[in-house]
């Protein structure tokens, strides 16, 4: 088994360390995607259903009942 001949220092552990968050970071990043909705004139996140206008894929899937209060009834 092969053993450190030296200590890492402070820094350059830190330095790893915060490299390893930058690349986390991106990552998550990369996953949220917003996609423009044409019903809602809005950005939603992609694979859901638009909190504006309640339409996912084309079709009308939850109806709103009031934009002030933001309930939200299912339609099936």
Do not use: F
């Amino acid at each position: 088994m092969t053993v450190p001949q030296k200590k890492t220092s402070k820094s350059r552990s830190k330095r790893r360390h915060a490299q390893w968050q930058l690349k986390k970071m991106t990552y998550w990043k990369n996953k949220l995607q917003l996609n423009w909705s044409e019903e809602g004139k809005t950005m939603k996140l992609s694979h859901t259903v638009c909190p504006v206008s309640g339409y996912y894929k084309g079709k009308q899937v939850m109806t709103i009942k009031s934009k002030k209060n933001k309930n939200v009834v299912d339609a099936d």
